[in-house]
């Protein structure tokens, strides 16, 4: 069946350092690839998303970048900050409902 | 609070008994999705419900699960016969209607406990 890999599964970086998340998918039809933050004990929440018709998007700190013919996508966030501190979850959607989710990366950031 | 809510937020109960969970979407969203996530892994999709429609169901674990939504409203999720196995936070999640993407939105989850 699909599925979706995430790598790595847990991250540390010195605060100030950047953080990259790949994740890969197998799906050929997915054409809409969000990223969601998790704190502990807190629901998923939304942080930057990308259409398939787009390369990069990139939204002040955190960027994602997709290459639909690898079917890779990633998430790149820069001077890193304490409160990135979280799990990050990658998906990818075909569809109305087909979501699968990554299996997260735990990201620490050391002050 | 506009958002995604759901009741309870934490659930303990004996093996063998049934449980029912309750979701209230945002209002103006007519999609509404059920998610099991247990720990260290992403959320996985169990069935997806379009106004009243239960329009995907067969990613629901077993038998024992069932979901509704009788007025498009609020959802609810049951687990029958309940099994250790099925510990586990449940998500339910919204989103508005349309054509295009839109962002799906998560509520708060229910931990479920079976002892």
């Known amino acids: 069946g699909e599925n979706v890999e995430q790598h790595p599964s847990t991250l540390s970086v010195q605060e100030g350092d950047s953080a990259v998340i790949k994740c890969t998918y197998s799906?050929?039809?997915?054409?809409?690839f969000p990223w969601y933050k998790q704190e502990l004990g807190k629901r998923p929440q939304l942080i930057i998303d990308i259409r398939s018709n787009v390369g990069e998007k990139k939204d002040q700190r955190i960027a994602v970048t997709l290459n639909k013919t690898a079917k890779h996508f990633s998430l790149h966030i820069t001077e890193t900050q304490p409160e990135d501190s979280a799990v990050y979850f990658c998906?990818?959607?075909?569809?109305?409902?087909?979501?699968?989710f990554g299996t997260g990366t735990r990201l620490k950031v050391l002050a | 609070d506009t958002g995604v809510s759901q009741d309870p937020r934490h659930k303990i109960t004996k093996r063998g008994q049934n449980v029912t969970f309750r979701c209230d979407p945002i209002s103006e969203h007519n999609r509404l999705y059920w998610y099991r996530q247990t720990l260290g892994q992403g959320p996985e999709f169990l069935t997806y419900?379009?106004?009243?429609?239960?329009?995907?169901k067969s990613r629901l674990l077993s038998d024992r699960f069932s979901a509704e939504r009788p007025k498009g409203s609020f959802s609810t999720l049951e687990i029958q016969r309940t099994e250790q196995g099925d510990s586990a936070m449940y998500l339910c999640?919204?989103?508005?209607?349309?054509?295009?993407?839109?962002?799906?939105?998560f509520g708060p989850g229910t931990r479920l406990t079976v002892l």
């Open positions: 999640a919204s989103r508005a209607p349309g054509t295009g993407i839109s962002e799906q939105f």
């Open positions: 998906a990818a959607i075909s569809g109305t409902y087909k979501y699968i």
């Open positions: 799906d050929s039809a997915s054409n809409y």
């Open positions: 419900f379009q106004n009243e429609a239960q329009l995907e």
